[in-house]
C-alpha cells in the first residue's frame, strides 16, 4: 500500500514538474517579438472628420501591467500614438523623459498593413496543461470517482482560462509603409480602461488608408 502510494506521488510530482517546465517554455517562445505590443488606452475612428484637424482615426497605446495604469493616472505613463489625418500619419512616443514625433505625408506611403495574431495555440496548450494537472492528481488519490470529477473540473476551468487568454491576447498591428520603412502601433485590448478595437474596425482603418493613399496618387 505505502509502494502504490509513493508511486502515485511521484507520478503526480513529475507531472507538477513537467508541466512547469511546459510553462516556462512556452513562455519563452511566446514573449520572443521583435514589435512592442501595448495595451490599447483609447482610440477613435470616423469615415468624415468634422473636428478642425480633420482627424479620421487616433490609436492610443500604454505599455502593459498596472504600473504603467497607476502613472497613466498621475498622467506620466509612456504612450505610443498613432493618427491618421487627410494629409498625415502621425506616430508619437510620450513619456515623462520626453517625445519622438515622426509625421509622414500620405503623398509618401506606399501600403499599409494590418495583422491580426490569433493565440488559439497557446490558449489549448495551457488548457491541456490544466486539466493535466488536476487529472494527475486525480490519479494520486486512486479514487476513480475522485479522479473523473478532477479531469472534468480540469477540462471546464482548462476551456474557461483559454477563452480567457484568447481573448486578452489577441493581437492587433497597423502599419504603414514609407520606401521599405514600416511605422505603425500593435496592441491588445484594455481590461482597465475598457478598450478594444475588433477586426472590423481594425479592417476599418486600412479602407481609410488604402482611400487617403489612392486619393493623393490622382
Not at 497605446?61 to 506620466?76: D, F, H, M, P, Y
Not at 494537472?133 to 472534468?152: C, E, R, V, Y
Not at 493581437?171 to 520606401?179: K, W
Amino acid at each position: 500500500m505505502f509502494d502504490r502510494q509513493l508511486e502515485q506521488l511521484m507520478q503526480l510530482s513529475l507531472g507538477i514538474v513537467g508541466t512547469i517546465v511546459m510553462v516556462i517554455a512556452i513562455r519563452a517562445i511566446f514573449s520572443k517579438s521583435s514589435i512592442p505590443v501595448l495595451v490599447l488606452k483609447s482610440w477613435s475612428l470616423t469615415a468624415a472628420p468634422t473636428d478642425p484637424s480633420g482627424t479620421y482615426v487616433r490609436i492610443v497605446g500604454r505599455r502593459q501591467g498596472i504600473k504603467s495604469w497607476l502613472l497613466a493616472l498621475l498622467g506620466v505613463d509612456p504612450t505610443v500614438v498613432l493618427e491618421i489625418d487627410g494629409r498625415h500619419v502621425r506616430h508619437e512616443q510620450r513619456s515623462w523623459g520626453g517625445l519622438v514625433k515622426k509625421v509622414i505625408s500620405i503623398s509618401s506611403l506606399s501600403s499599409c498593413e494590418l495583422g491580426v495574431l490569433r493565440p488559439w495555440m497557446a490558449a489549448l496548450v495551457l488548457a491541456w496543461i490544466l486539466a493535466v494537472m488536476l487529472g494527475a492528481g486525480g490519479a494520486a488519490m486512486g479514487n476513480s470517482d475522485s479522479q473523473l470529477i478532477l479531469i472534468l473540473l480540469g477540462v471546464a476551468m482548462g476551456v474557461g482560462l483559454a477563452v480567457v487568454y484568447y481573448k486578452l491576447n489577441k493581437t492587433i498591428a497597423i502599419s504603414v509603409n514609407e520606401g521599405g520603412a514600416h511605422t505603425g502601433i500593435a496592441f491588445k485590448r484594455s481590461v482597465i480602461e475598457g478598450s478594444n478595437i475588433g477586426e472590423e474596425d481594425a479592417q476599418r482603418v486600412t479602407t481609410i488608408l488604402e482611400t487617403l493613399i489612392d486619393a493623393r496618387k490622382l
